[in-house]
Nanobody, 123 residues
């Protein structure tokens, strides 16, 4: 079982920045792809970004391209999501997720999940 522990989110004004982190209990084949999803109240859980431990390949949802950056620190088993130019519509619970090799954008493809952390962007 891969365990994922996310950092605390927070409240930030529109245009501001916030960095989330997610530390994995292991960095192995079955957790090669690390991803961030988010879920706003009453909405589905949406893909935000993903990165692979092995190659460092990244992939972003169109809604966050140019504003969010996903990165990894292999030595710390930690993935980061740097969020800049935040908008009120970025308000959601953000979840870290992991799976084996391959980047997928559907939550059903990820067997391991963090507890979620709230990010609120005020206008």
């Amino acid at each position: 079982q891969v365990q994922l522990v996310e950092s605390a989110g927070g409240l930030v004004q529109a245009g501001g920045s916030l960095r989330l982190s997610c530390t994995a209990s292991e960095r192995t084949f079955r957790s090669d792809t690390m991803a961030w999803f988010r879920q706003a109240p009453g909405k589905e859980r949406d893909f935000v970004a993903a990165i692979t431990w092995s190659e460092g390949n990244t992939y972003y949802a169109d809604s966050v391209k140019g504003r969010f950056t996903i990165s990894r620190d292999n030595a710390k088993n930690t993935v980061y999501l740097q969020m800049n130019s935040l908008k009120p519509e970025d308000t959601a619970v953000y979840y870290c997720a992991a799976r084996g090799p391959g980047i997928f954008s559907r939550p059903v493809n990820y067997p391991y999940w963090g507890q979620g952390t709230q990010v609120t962007v005020s206008s």
